[in-house]
């Protein structure tokens, strides 16, 4: 059996994790919350992974994610490391070509109406 986890972030306790996790509306930041609750109670790594839905190894990567940014970071949020890419004039370009500014295909009902061009 794998060794402990240790969770090193000050100040919450389980309880605390609970009551987050009831106002918390990301449903896989639930379940991680309550996960990082049963391991501060003293409950085996496989007992809280198997609670939380996830393996000992992804439990283990979630508290490590916790213990270097709270509770916040549990989330799953966008991914913010890198700008958006496109700017004035290429946004344009690429909105007049049907993509997105990340690149990828808008999605667009076959019976639409296509955009005409305006003069």
Do not use: F
Not at 33 to 41: D, K, S, T
Not at 60 to 80: C, I, K, Q
């Amino acid at each position: 059996m794998g060794a402990p986890v240790k969770v090193t972030w000050p100040g919450l306790g389980p309880a605390d994790l609970r009551e987050r996790a009831r106002r918390e509306a990301v449903p896989d930041a639930v379940r991680r919350l309550l996960a990082i609750a049963l391991v501060l109670e003293g409950a085996s790594r496989a007992e809280a992974a198997t609670a939380g839905g996830m393996d000992r190894q992804t439990l283990r990567d979630w508290v490590h994610r916790y213990n270097g940014t709270g509770p916040d970071g549990l989330s799953d949020g966008r991914h913010t490391a890198w700008p958006p890419r496109g700017r004035g004039a290429g946004r344009r370009l690429l909105a007049a070509a049907g993509r997105c500014p990340g690149g990828a295909r808008q999605r667009v009902h076959p019976a639409a109406p296509r955009p005409t061009a305006r003069s």
